[in-house]
């Protein structure tokens, strides 16, 4: 697609469950980025690849939170043992590189 | 580490009045700046960009300009629209150690009323 697509758009876990979101960014796309956004504020960065390689992680909130991106092009953020605060909506972005970041719809995450 | 400040919201205006939303920022390199638009349920709309200071962003009736001496990139509109209704979110992208990661304000909600 023409996008960064997201999926699912939805998703309500019970808590101690895990989850998996997947982003499928532009074709071509060096840069992948993911991010949280709660309820009223910005998105906070979570963690960005260049191609397959995860250059930095440093926004990740806990080690209960993965992500991979193993040919350079799908990436999936996975969390696991879901917990409340962990309700918020992810955003996937990516770029071509130096320039502009390109974002997908996002995942509402519920965690109940 | 690089930080975005924006005007706290909401912004409630009429239709057709002027709209200035004020951003600052804090780099540690020389960052292009962005504004970019959440629409209800949507994910963020990039609206504007500038990649060096004295720049000019523009679109849709929106513009900033990127200000080095007050490191500001207030955006601004003549002529508000209902449908300009958003959240508008002032970003950077800074090259610091080879990474172009955008680093967000907290938004700021504009409301225009008919």
């Known amino acids: 697609g023409a996008g960064v697509s997201q999926s699912p758009r939805y998703k309500v876990a019970k808590r101690g469950q895990d989850v998996a979101l997947r982003c499928d960014p532009i074709s071509g796309h060096v840069s992948l980025f993911w991010y949280q956004q709660a309820l009223g504020q910005g998105p906070e960065f979570l963690t960005y690849?260049?191609?397959?390689?995860?250059?930095?992680k440093s926004g990740l909130p806990s080690d209960r939170f993965f992500a991979e991106r193993p040919e350079g092009s799908v990436s999936t953020l996975k969390i696991q043992r879901t917990q409340q605060e962990d309700s918020a909506v992810y955003l996937c972005?990516?770029?071509?590189?130096?320039?502009?970041?390109?974002f997908g719809q996002g995942t509402r995450l519920t965690v109940v | 580490g690089d930080s975005v400040t924006q005007m706290e919201g909401p912004v409630t205006l009429s239709e057709e009045a002027f709209l200035t939303i004020n951003c600052t920022y804090t780099?540690?390199?020389?960052?292009?700046l962005f504004w970019y638009v959440q629409y209800p349920g949507e994910g963020l709309q990039l609206l504007l960009k500038a990649t060096k200071a004295d720049d000019k962003g523009s679109n849709k009736g929106f513009e900033a300009t990127y200000r080095k001496e007050t490191t500001s990139f207030h955006l601004e509109k003549g002529s508000v629209q209902v449908s300009d209704s958003a959240v508008y979110f002032c970003?950077?992208?800074?090259?610091?150690?080879?990474?172009?990661?955008?680093?967000f304000g907290r938004g700021t909600s504009l409301i225009v009323h008919p």
């Open positions: 690849f260049q191609n397959e390689a995860q250059l930095d």
């Open positions: 972005a990516s770029s071509p590189g130096a320039a502009s970041a390109f």
């Open positions: 970003a950077l992208s800074d090259s610091t150690g080879g990474s172009y990661i955008p680093t």
């Open positions: 780099a540690t390199g020389y960052p292009s």
